[in-house]
């Protein structure tokens, strides 16, 4: 039986255009853009023009984009960033973000005379905007507000522009992890009230191990990282020449192709739905499963049974992906974090599935057919 890949919030397959468009730069045009030489300079061109192409698709500036080694370093910078240059003397998040936000904070607020609160959830699991302009107003000291665009567990997206207009009402430094979104969704961050966003070329069939961070042109912030003038002085060391070549050609080839295949991997999530409703008893889903949601994500819930506690395990043995939360905790054993916030029913057990344009409906009617026997 073939593998049946249903984890893409955890990663996606690299896209043979994107590998094809990176193969020269790990060959021919190996050069070092911080050469002087003509091997360099193609290198640093390439670049350049990579930066030019990700800062058309998200209407920003080509200053304002820089390229990271991915999602968690980008989500380090903008928080460390806004404590450490922008005067930021309390943390407003929420207990459902990714741990390279959530950690973050927490080591923040635990190392600096910095404080932390975590703004109320609704009973789907969005951002009470009520809960979060109250602490915004009852507040003192500058605020960084650090909410992510879309769960990557369950998919709930934040109205990014409400949040922004609050932040700016309130003088707030607003960092938003874009990490599921970038690829996924049209920005305008040229008309969009944020400071800072982050992007994983993974997410959307690019290279693991290059991401970006903007950071809006009116934000001053120093260098994160030290050792070279690269990346403008604000990152030093050698660029991921091919890595940042496919992160642009996958956003390209993700952004060319939106309507269609966001369009087709809507239909799959719902396929999907349908089928579990009808031939999964007691199945529930967590999130905002057919409103504000991500179209990639569909998290649900099956009872908890001695059949149903092995279900992951068993998807495994059926050469079926799929995962009970993020893939950067799944070593830990301890359960979905964002689960237990808004779902926390011991007697349940939470599947999350993930969809790309390369997944098709015989799939779904696999594992559903699987699910049916193993729970």
Do not use: W
């Not at 990014?160 to 207009?165: D, L, S």
């Not at 579990?276 to 949601?293: Q, R, S």
Request: aromatic content about 8%; overall charge negative.
């Amino acid at each position: 039986m073939d593998r049946i890949y249903f984890d893409n919030a955890a990663t996606t397959a690299l896209d043979k255009e994107v590998l094809d468009a990176m193969i020269p730069y790990l060959t021919t045009h190996y050069g070092n853009p911080s050469s002087i030489y003509s091997y360099g300079r193609e290198s640093r061109l390439a670049v350049e023009n990579a930066r030019k192409s990700v800062a058309k698709i998200l209407n920003a500036n080509p200053g304002e984009i820089f390229f990271t080694s991915g999602g968690t370093e980008s989500n380090n910078m903008a928080i460390c960033s806004a404590i450490r240059d922008l005067n930021c003397k309390h943390i407003i998040s929420s207990s459902i973000e990714h741990h390279a936000v959530l950690h973050t904070v927490e080591n923040q607020a635990c190392n600096n005379d910095i404080t932390l609160s975590f703004v109320q959830l609704t009973r789907e699991g969005h951002i009470d905007l009520e809960d979060l302009e109250s602490q915004l107003a009852a507040q003192e000291e500058r605020c960084l507000v650090t909410l992510m665009h879309a769960n990557n567990e369950i998919g709930n997206i934040l109205d990014i522009e409400a949040v922004g207009e609050l932040c700016k009402e309130y003088n707030a430094i607003f960092h938003s992890d874009c990490v599921q979104t970038v690829g996924h969704y049209p920005f305008d961050l040229r008309n969009t009230p944020v400071h800072f966003i982050s992007g994983s070329g993974h997410k959307f069939h690019g290279p693991k191990g290059c991401g970006i961070i903007y950071v809006n042109e009116n934000v001053k912030v120093k260098p994160f990282i030290l050792g070279g003038g690269q990346e403008r002085n604000m990152r030093a060391g050698t660029e991921n020449l091919y890595g940042i070549i496919g992160f642009a050609k996958a956003l390209e080839m993700a952004t060319e192709n939106h309507d269609d295949e966001s369009l087709y991997i809507l239909s799959l999530k719902k396929y999907m739905i349908q089928q579990l409703e009808e031939k999964i008893p007691g199945v529930t889903f967590n999130g905002d499963v057919l409103g504000k949601c991500l179209y990639t994500v569909t998290n649900i819930s099956v009872p908890k049974t001695e059949k149903s506690e092995m279900v992951l395990f068993n998807l495994d043995i059926n050469h079926i992906c799929a995962s009970g939360g993020s893939a950067c905790t799944s070593g830990a054993n301890q359960g979905s974090h964002v689960i237990r916030f808004i779902n926390n029913n011991s007697n349940q057990v939470a599947i999350r599935f993930s969809f790309s344009k390369y997944n098709t409906k015989d799939e779904i009617d696999i594992v559903v057919g699987k699910l049916s026997e193993m729970i």
